[in-house]
């Protein structure tokens, strides 16, 4: 499939991820320059983090909402309001995660002062405006064939695993057993990132991840970025095709994204399970590396599996003119 130009794509979401890209700067520009820190982690490490998310997140919607514009011209309007939406969301949790680092608190879980609070829960909201008007172009993407069938199924499954993974941001917000046995009324910190550990403790380089507890924000971010490795899998398959007699079946392409699909859900499941009973990533225990294994070798067989029965290649010169897609298949085979 050929890429839209940049310029045909949603521009509010295009111009954002611009900016994001100037905020990742700044924030690395902060890592540099400001030796503050804070829960055990460089104060800047939050907003760069958040920035780059941004970067991959918006230019994933914006390529999606200009190809659901192509397929299906009248669910556009609706598509491009929601990825505006998203848009104004998103700028605001960056300058209340970013405000917080100016101040040296926490932005996440702070209910120390009334100022701190209305932070946090105006970023609750935005989170949830997020979500949101990812949904609403999640609804709007099922509602269309936007390119092949791999490429329409990867923006699919990864639309549904991207949402599920922000929802399991949710469980964050949840008061943690500590917080919960000290019987405060109004804790100055309610949530966490970490399960069975403090949040703030020893953790892997730049992410933060704990490494001696779970930490719910491996799933999260694992699922959140399901939008773009999905449909980039589509691509690759589509660019490989004509090189490689299997791929050029597009629906051998599609049984491979299916399988993808798959295997990626059962990870973010993986993930989740062992973050929820308190175990690091780096740490798994025997039941962990089990499952880990299980999906390999299931994904692997999948794999195989699809690869075969895939069509010949139409020859040179037979069928339509010029190379071009016929009935799911692409142009001219080259081993």
Do not use: C
Not at 158 to 184: I, N, S, W
Not at 217 to 245: K, N
Not at 267 to 283: D, E, F, M, Y
């Amino acid at each position: 499939m050929n890429w839209a130009s940049l310029r045909t794509w949603h521009r509010p979401l295009v111009v954002f991820a611009a900016v994001t890209v100037v905020w990742a700067a700044g924030s690395a520009a902060g890592l540099l320059l400001d030796d503050r820190v804070l829960m055990g982690a460089p104060i800047w490490a939050k907003p760069l983090k958040f920035a780059l998310s941004f970067v991959g997140y918006t230019l994933g919607l914006a390529w999606m909402i200009t190809l659901l514009g192509r397929a299906r011209p009248r669910l556009h309007r609706p598509a491009w309001w929601a990825g505006t939406g998203f848009v104004a969301a998103g700028a605001v949790e960056m300058v209340l995660i970013t405000g917080q680092v100016v101040r040296g608190e926490r932005s996440h879980f702070n209910n120390a002062t009334p100022f701190d609070s209305a932070v946090y829960q105006g970023m609750a909201f935005m989170a949830v405006a997020l979500w949101t008007t990812t949904l609403v172009i999640a609804v709007l993407l099922f509602r269309a064939r936007l390119a092949d069938r791999a490429t329409t199924w990867s923006i699919r499954i990864a639309a549904v695993l991207t949402l599920t993974g922000a929802g399991l941001g949710f469980l964050m917000t949840r008061p943690t057993a500590e917080q919960r046995a000290a019987g405060l009324d109004d804790p100055p910190i309610t949530g966490g990132h970490s399960v069975g550990v403090p949040d703030g403790g020893p953790g892997l380089p730049l992410t933060g991840w704990s490494t001696t507890g779970g930490d719910l924000r491996i799933p999260h971010f694992v699922g959140m970025h399901a939008l773009q490795l999905l449909p980039l899998l589509a691509l690759a398959l589509a660019a490989l095709a004509p090189r490689f007699v299997r791929l050029y079946d597009e629906r051998v392409r599609l049984r491979l994204v299916l399988v993808a699909g798959a295997a990626y859900a059962s990870v973010l499941a993986l993930l989740t399970w062992q973050a929820l009973r308190g175990l690091p990533l780096v740490h798994p225990d025997g039941a962990t590396l089990g499952a880990g294994a299980a999906i390999v070798l299931a994904g692997a067989l999948g794999a195989v599996l699809s690869l075969r029965g895939g069509t010949a290649p139409v020859e040179e010169g037979h069928g339509d003119a010029g190379g071009e897609v016929v009935a799911g298949h692409l142009g001219p085979h080259r081993q």
